[in-house]
Structure formats: C-alpha cells, structure tokens
C-alpha cells in the first residue's frame, strides 16, 4: 500500500521494525458504510526513525481528510482514520484513491528501489438489487510484492518484521468468503467481528467476498403496500378487486 513506502525505505537502512496496519470495510446499509484505518507503531520503531514514522502518519491524515475522512489519534503511535461512502461506487473509487500508488514520469527512482514503490491495491463491488436485499460481490486485489525479503550489504529483512496487515469486512448480516485456489482465505476466531484476512507480504493478495444487505427502497414500498391493503380491509371488510 502506498502509505508503507516511507516506512519500507526507513526499514531498509534501520533494519528492523514493525507496524500494525488494519483496513476495514464496513456496511451499515447498501448507502451508508465507511473505510476504517488503524495504525499502530511500535517502540521500536519510534525510536528508530521517528522522522519517517511522523512525516508517514502525517501523510495518513492528509490522504484521508481529503476524502472527508476523520482523525481520531488514539495515542502518538496509534491513529483511527474513518472515511464514509454512500454505495458501492463510491467504495471503489474512494479506497482505490486511498491506496493505488502514482509514480510521477519524471521522478527519479533509484532502479534498486523501484520495486518497493509498488504497492498497490484495487478494489470492485457489484451490486444486485433483489427488491427486498441486496446481494453485494466484493473482489479486492492487494498488492504486496514491494514488501518481499529486502536486503541491504548482505543482511535480509524479512518481511513479517516490516508489518502486520489484515483487511476485515464488517456487515449487518453474514457475509462469506469465495474459497479458490487464487484467493486467500480468512482467519478462523469465533470472537472476531466479520471476516478477517491476514495478509501476506511478498504476495499478490486477492480476496472475494459475497454479503447480502436489506433494501431499504424494497422494504418501505412493501410496507406502504401492506398498509394500503390493510386500510382497504378496514374500510371495506374485504380484499380489492373481490365483490
């Protein structure tokens, strides 16, 4: 993901360190949900390069009000980030903004480096309104090859040292994962909200995920219609359309 270049390149001169990083999506109704960022880093890292890890968390807030996101700092190495969407859409387009990385075509990138700048993600939901639900596929690819085995005069870094990434998906009702050879699964704990992905470094992380939502729109014409016909019954003792 873009926000961990500045970390990754910090990691390849100190050699060690670690950032917990969760993203979440989660759905209220099929028009209102949000993005949820939480990062937390370590001591030792702090304490390390606690330039790179400010100017980092400080990118983290500007990339995220932009997307009229709000900042809730935890404590000084603990941020929660939480951006609203109102559909599908705005999901994809709001998250893809959120974590696709630009390479400017004049910038000037060592060639040894290059590859530690790709960290990507692309996300897509399609939405089918079945009157009252609706039935949501969401398929997410997030790419972490950037944060392979890194080495510098000889000494390897690995990857599980640099950060600890999960995406979790929260909805009001049950959601389930696509199992296939290409996707990964998610963790198994009865005391987790929604399903949780640990993600691994190094990988091309692809995640699908089916979830069903009630319709508002469906829901309220129904009960407009159960109440007509209720009033009809009232009024007339008998149904519509019968003598």
Same mark, same amino acid.
């Given at each position: 993901?873009?926000?961990? !270049?500045?970390? $990754? !390149?910090?990691? +390849?001169? @100190? ?7 969760? $993203?979440?999506?989660? /759905? ?12 937390? $880093? ?14 980092? &968390? ?8 932009? &997307?009229?996101?709000? +900042?809730?700092?935890? =404590?000084?190495?603990?941020? &929660?980030?939480?951006?609203? /969407? ?8 709001? @998250?893809?903004?959120?974590? *696709?990385?630009?390479?400017?075509? =004049? ?15 692309? %996300? ?6 079945? $009157? ?5 596929? !969401? ?9 392979? %085995? ?16 999960? @995406? ?16 990964? *699964? ?47 019954? !009232?009024?007339?003792?008998? @149904?519509?359309?019968?003598?």
């Amino acid at each position: 993901m873009r926000f961990l !270049l500045p970390i $990754v !390149l910090c990691l +390849v001169t @100190f050699l060690t360190g670690c950032v917990d990083y969760q $993203v979440g999506v989660n /759905f209220a109704t099929p028009y209102s949900g949000e993005i949820t960022q939480q990062i937390k $880093v370590s001591d030792q890292l702090s304490n390390l390069a606690p330039s790179e890890t400010k100017k980092w &968390l400080n990118s983290l807030e500007k990339r995220s009000r932009k &997307l009229d996101g709000k +900042v809730k700092k935890l =404590n000084t190495q603990e941020l &929660l980030l939480t951006i609203p /969407f109102g559909n599908g859409a705005e999901l994809a387009e709001k @998250f893809n903004q959120l974590f *696709q990385t630009n390479i400017m075509p =004049n910038a000037t990138i060592p060639k040894e480096k290059l590859d530690l700048i790709k960290l990507n993600s692309q %996300v897509s939901i399609h939405q089918s309104n079945l $009157v009252f639900v609706e039935r949501n596929s !969401l398929d997410l690819a997030i790419d972490l090859r950037a944060l392979k %085995v890194l080495t510098q005069d000889k000494i390897i870094i690995n990857p599980d040292a640099v950060a600890n990434l999960k @995406f979790q998906l929260t909805t009001p009702w049950i959601a389930h994962s696509i199992s296939n050879a290409d996707n990964l *699964q998610p963790t198994i704990n009865p005391l987790q909200k929604g399903l949780v992905w640990q993600l691994n470094p190094g990988e091309i992380n692809h995640i699908q995920a089916v979830f069903w939502l009630p319709s508002p729109l469906g829901i309220g014409a129904a009960i407009i219609i159960l109440l007509g016909i209720l009033g009809y019954l !009232l009024k007339y003792r008998r @149904f519509p359309g019968m003598a």
